[in-house]
């Protein structure tokens, strides 16, 4: 389970995603939000630039114009979702107004859909990135992971206890990843996946993904890579592998 806080936030991961979705293990991505808040206004969305300014003091503007680019950007979730054979749910949070830890309601959102979906492996944001929305899911994930197997929280669904959670980097500072995984043969799904995004054609995020793959194999076995910070198991020392380690309680 991959919670992302905007469409196309998965690229970063993508090869992995990618990976575990080949092989038909069950990958959910999890948007927090449906990046309502931004359109590239080039191209066929030009016209956008105009409505962009014109709603920054007009909140009912401001509010259709949100409410159009959702449908954007929900169109090309779906062309995702049919790319990757994965399955999907959202939080329905706003663009740019992921709530904190903090606010107990959007954090048993998140864990119910934990206990929901039942995933053994969780992947979110790191908690240092630059941008709050990230910063804000990767806190409400860190902190569900450990609560959804308590009972004294009540949800819809039952308690539930995965096994790991990992952050991956976009521009984040501090991350030290302890695990390697070979996408070699996954990756290649980007060259597809990237002509989606029409709507944020100009955003650096998931745009080199091929090439952050490479550097970051530098010192691996493999030539393709994507790495993670494995948060939760105690790692003596870094894991390169086709998979992520399983920790089973004794």
């Not at 030009?46 to 003091?57: D, V």
Request: glycine share 4%; charged share 25%; proline share 6%.
């Amino acid at each position: 389970m991959a919670f992302v806080a905007h469409p196309d936030d998965e690229g970063a991961i993508l090869g992995t995603l990618a990976k575990y979705s080949i092989l038909s293990r069950k990958v959910i991505i999890v948007w927090a939000t449906k990046g309502e808040r931004w359109l590239t206004p080039f191209g066929k969305y030009a016209p956008f630039l105009h409505w962009l300014i014109f709603s920054k003091n007009n909140p009912e503007t401001k509010k259709k114009l949100y409410n159009l680019i959702g449908k954007i950007r929900q169109n090309e979730i779906n062309k995702v979702l049919s790319l990757l054979k994965v399955e999907n749910e959202f939080l329905e949070f706003i663009d740019g107004s992921i709530p904190p830890p903090s606010d107990h309601t959007a954090l048993k959102k998140v864990i119910e859909v934990i206990r929901k979906y039942r995933p053994r492996i969780i992947l979110t944001h790191h908690f240092r990135e630059a941008h709050p929305d990230h910063k804000n899911l990767s806190s409400l994930v860190y902190q569900a992971f450990y609560l959804s197997g308590s009972n004294l929280i009540k949800t819809i669904s039952p308690p539930f206890e995965p096994k790991i959670l990992a952050w991956w980097d976009e521009r984040g500072f501090g991350f030290k990843p302890n695990c390697f995984l070979n996408v070699n043969d996954s990756i290649n799904i980007f060259r597809e996946w990237k002509k989606i995004y029409k709507s944020q054609s100009t955003r650096i995020v998931g745009q080199v993904p091929m090439i952050k793959a490479r550097l970051r194999a530098f010192k691996t076995p493999y030539h393709l890579v994507e790495c993670f910070q494995i948060v939760n198991i105690k790692m003596e020392k870094k894991w390169y592998g086709e998979f992520f380690p399983f920790y089973e309680k004794s």
